[in-house]
């Protein structure tokens, strides 16, 4: 079982910047691919970003790439997600989730969940 703990949301004006972390408790956190993603009030969750366990395979939506990174760091049993350039329709519940096979843009592929972190964005 992989707990996931979320962290660095709150609120920023439209342009600014946030990092998020998502800290793991599984000992094996390099074997599994993890991603992101986000859910506004009365939305439907969305795919932001994945990462496949080595790094090697990274996929974002076409909404964020170009503003947001995502990384990893294996050693820390943690990912990041990088988000600059913030838009106020950025504005979600941003959630962390591993995957025990490969990348995957759809979260129904993902086994583990984090409790979600709050971002939003002032315009």
């Known amino acids: 079982q992989v707990q996931l703990v979320e962290s660095g949301g709150g609120l920023v004006q439209a342009g600014g910047s946030l990092r998020l972390s998502c800290a793991a408790s599984?000992?094996?956190?390099?074997?599994?691919?993890m991603g992101w993603f986000r859910q506004a009030t009365g939305k439907e969750r969305e795919f932001v970003a994945a990462?496949?366990?080595?790094?090697?395979?990274?996929v974002y939506a076409a909404s964020v790439k170009g503003r947001f990174t995502i990384s990893r760091d294996n050693a820390k049993n943690t990912v990041y997600l990088q988000m600059n350039s913030l838009k106020p329709e950025d504005t979600a519940v941003y959630y962390c989730a591993a995957e025990e096979t490969a990348v995957a843009e759809n979260h129904h592929e993902y086994d583990y969940w984090g409790q979600g972190t709050q971002v939003t964005v002032s315009s």
């Open positions: 990462i496949s366990w080595d790094g090697g395979d990274i």
């Open positions: 599984e000992r094996t956190f390099s074997k599994y691919a």
